[in-house]
């Protein structure tokens, strides 16, 4: 991953994640990434989504990228291992893998580019220097 510190959720799959094939279908991999990001800010960073909205910030997935390695089944525990790989006023990268807990093997990694909004405009803005210097952990 990166300099930056990288934390871990654990989730497990539920029914209404399966597919037709019988295992978690791909979109499903994104909320688990999300759920686990949303989780963190507050338990891992001291910094929970809702002290951005309360700035009038909000963050945004510009670029997501998935690498799909191996299928989650019903009932699986899996971790979700994210970190930030890099952060600048533009924005920032996190950086993701999910993990079998039974086997210990990767399931799916990639990254979420995201990028810093004005709530009431929903334009880009800078990442403000304290939240920079706050994620830096």
Request: aromatic letters at 14%.
């Amino acid at each position: 991953m990166s300099n930056y510190s990288t934390f871990e959720t654990e989730l497990r799959v539920r029914p209404d994640d399966i597919d037709m094939f019988q295992h978690v279908h791909n979109s499903k991999y994104f909320d688990y990434v999300l759920a686990a990001r949303y989780d963190q800010m507050e338990r891992c960073y001291g910094m929970a989504m809702e002290k951005f909205m309360e700035r009038g910030f909000g963050w945004v997935v510009r670029t997501a990228h998935v690498d799909y390695k191996r299928a989650l089944t019903m009932g699986d525990y899996f971790i979700v291992k994210t970190g930030i790989e890099t952060i600048n006023d533009k924005g920032c990268r996190v950086a993701f893998t999910l993990t079998n807990k039974a086997t210990n093997k990767v399931c799916c990694d990639g990254y979420f580019d995201y990028v810093m909004i004005d709530m009431a405009t929903g334009r880009g803005v800078k990442v403000p220097e304290d939240v920079i210097e706050h994620y830096g952990i």
